[in-house]
């Protein structure tokens, strides 16, 4: 079964900086030409887009995210990273990767991310 596992996260001051990382526990078809994303969902809240990145290169982010969070990828190794900087508390969520559009089958357990001092 294919799955996606995060790691990476932890706990940082706000203003620090940590960076995910999320490889593909199986063979994904056509995962070097599949938009892959990064979605967070807190606490009482929806799971949302973070960052997503095509199979070309093009990237899109949310405008909460945009100019501190930069998401890239390793095809070779079916891996995504989202290097995230200047982190302040509201970014306090479970950071997940998936295709985008997601694929239910995919999501994995998530990697927890807590900025607090």
């Known amino acids: 079964q294919v799955q996606f596992v995060e790691s990476g996260g932890g706990l940082v001051q706000p203003g620090g900086s940590l960076r995910l990382s999320c490889v593909a526990s199986g063979s994904i078809p056509f995962f070097r030409i599949s938009t892959m994303a990064w979605y967070r969902q807190a606490p009482g809240k929806q799971r949302d887009l973070v960052a997503a990145?095509?199979?070309?290169?093009?990237?899109d982010y949310s405008e909460s995210v945009k100019g501190r969070f930069t998401i890239s990828r390793d095809n070779a190794r079916n891996t995504v990273y989202l290097q995230m900087n200047s982190l302040k508390p509201e970014d306090t969520a479970v950071y997940y990767c998936?295709?985008?559009?997601?694929?239910?089958?995919?999501w994995g357990q998530g990697t927890q991310v807590t900025v607090s001092s």
């Open positions: 990145m095509t199979g070309g290169g093009s990237t």
């Open positions: 998936n295709q985008r559009p997601h694929n239910a089958r995919y």
